[in-house]
Antibody, heavy 118, light 111 residues
């Protein structure tokens, strides 16, 4: 079955960077875009950006421009999201989500909690 | 402040019908972009409930239905059940922001 498995929880200090991975299985990795979405504690969903696993092109939300980098490794069917210059407001659960029918996010990873604290 | 506006909460008794609204603008829902709905239980990832405004993925019961008119969309849930208590989010694309956008989420309370 289609599955997205993310890396484990992270604790980082302000100013540091974090990389979250998302390994896809059960479908042709290069055929579907992948999104990253985050959710701060008690808050709603926030779209961060999208990557085309085939060619590697990306489109980032303006809010994260300059701080986020999304990459992929087609040999392992894995996408990565790196967020730099972390601040306490970046404490959130980060999700990868597969682009599916008519642009809906049809499969989600289990989420990765990133805690930014001094 | 979310680009798509949802009520913070709605409530209904078991068996009743409730609707959750999602109001956007001329650069997203009003521009003809599809609206999708997700359900999220505490501590878990969101799950796709309705896509393309009114289509259901396999396994989603027909108690859930979506609609759209102008710059707004709605999710209707009939035959409300206790297990429907969750957070619901609408989502679309915005051409001005060149971004995918979510509503702020609605907590459904089953009385």
């Amino acid at each position: 079955q289609v599955q997205l498995v993310q890396s484990g929880a992270e604790v980082k200090k302000p100013g540091a960077s974090v990389t979250v991975s998302c390994e896809a299985s059960g479908y042709t990795f290069t055929r579907y875009y992948m999104h990253w979405v985050r959710q701060a504690p008690g808050q709603g969903l926030e779209w961060m950006g999208i990557i085309d696993p085939s060619g590697g092109s990306t489109n980032y939300a303006q809010k994260f421009q300059g701080r986020v980098t999304m990459t992929r490794d087609t040999s392992t069917s894995t996408v990565y999201m790196e967020l730099s210059s972390l601040r306490s407001e970046d404490t959130a659960v980060y999700y990868c989500a597969k682009d599916g029918w008519q642009g809906a996010f049809d499969v989600w990873g289990q989420g990765t909690l990133v805690t930014v604290s001094s | 402040q979310s680009v798509l506006t949802q009520p913070p909460s709605v409530s209904g008794a078991p068996g009743q019908r409730v609707t959750i609204s999602c109001t956007g603008g001329n650069s997203n829902i009003g521009a003809g972009f599809d609206v999708h709905w997700y359900r999220q239980f505490p501590g878990t990832a969101p799950k796709l409930l309705v896509y393309g405004t009114n289509k259901r993925p396999s396994g989603v019961p027909d108690r859930f239905s979506g609609s759209k008119s102008g710059t707004s969309a709605s999710l209707a849930i009939t035959g409300l059940q206790a297990e429907d208590e969750a957070d619901y989010y609408c989502q679309s694309h915005d051409s001005s922001l060149r971004a995918w956008v979510f509503g702020g989420g609605t907590k459904l309370i089953v009385l």
